[in-house]
């Protein structure tokens, strides 16, 4: 089965570093785009960006440029978001999505979802 | 950056009915429109791309329609299950913004 398994929950002061995962498992990991997505409490998603873990090509949404950093390793499977200095604002639960292309490779979409990693981030 | 928006933001309804609610863009996106479907503490689920394709597995309950700049996803025959969170996205330009989303209450 094609997956991806994230890291466990966090909860972190504010200032604090943080990296979370995203496992592929089930296909070929260099294949296809990762994306990462912020739902805050009681909020929509926001998409964050998305990284080609065959390069390690990354684009960011503007809103998060420069606030976080995502990265991959895909000689273990795994994509990586990471913050320097956590803010209270972080608080949220981060989902990973393989975006995945239609026969054709015309029309994209995240097909595949982690279950999510809830970051906590509170003095 | 494409600005999406969903209405209305929530509606009821109830088991056996027909919904539709309506996503817009404002400028074109062309049909580069994806439906997902999110409940409370799951993953979310691709339901639909290219505006009314059905992802594999998706019940045919679910169709959409649209082009351009205005999108509506219709569910018929509403089941227990369907009781959710839809968002639209656009994944014709970076950042592939998601709407606010339509919740659909019993």
């Known amino acids: 089965d094609v997956q991806l398994v994230q890291s466990g929950a966090e909860v972190k002061k504010p200032g604090e570093s943080l990296k979370i995962s995203c496992q592929a498992s089930?296909?070929?990991?260099?294949?296809?785009?990762i994306g990462w997505v912020r739902q805050r409490p009681g909020k929509g998603l926001e998409w964050m960006g998305i990284?080609?873990?065959?390069?390690?090509?990354?684009r960011y949404n503007p809103s998060f440029q420069g606030q976080v950093t995502i990265s991959a390793d895909k000689s273990i499977n795994t994509a990586f978001l990471q913050w320097s200095s956590l803010k209270s604002s972080d608080t949220a639960m981060y989902y990973c999505?393989?975006?995945?292309?239609?026969?054709?490779?015309?029309?994209?979409?995240?097909?595949?979802w982690g279950r999510g990693t809830t970051v906590t981030v509170s003095s | 950056d494409i600005q999406m928006t969903q209405s209305p933001s929530s509606l009821s309804a109830s088991v056996g009915d027909r919904v539709s609610f309506t996503c817009r863009a404002n400028?074109?996106?062309?049909?580069?429109l994806n439906w997902y479907q999110h409940k409370p503490g799951t993953a979310p689920k691709l339901l639909m791309y290219?505006?009314?394709t059905l992802h594999g597995g998706v019940s045919s309950r679910f169709s959409g329609s649209g082009s351009g700049t205005d999108f509506t996803l219709t569910i018929s025959d509403l089941q227990p299950d369907d009781f959710a969170t839809y968002y639209c996205q656009q994944d014709f330009s970076i950042p592939f913004t998601f709407g606010p989303g339509t919740r659909v209450d019993l």
């Open positions: 089930g296909y070929n990991f260099a294949s296809d785009w």
């Open positions: 999505a393989r975006r995945a292309a239609s026969t054709g490779h015309y029309y994209y979409y995240m097909d595949v």
């Open positions: 400028q074109t996106i062309i049909n580069f």
């Open positions: 290219a505006a009314s």
């Open positions: 990284i080609d873990p065959a390069d390690s090509k990354t």
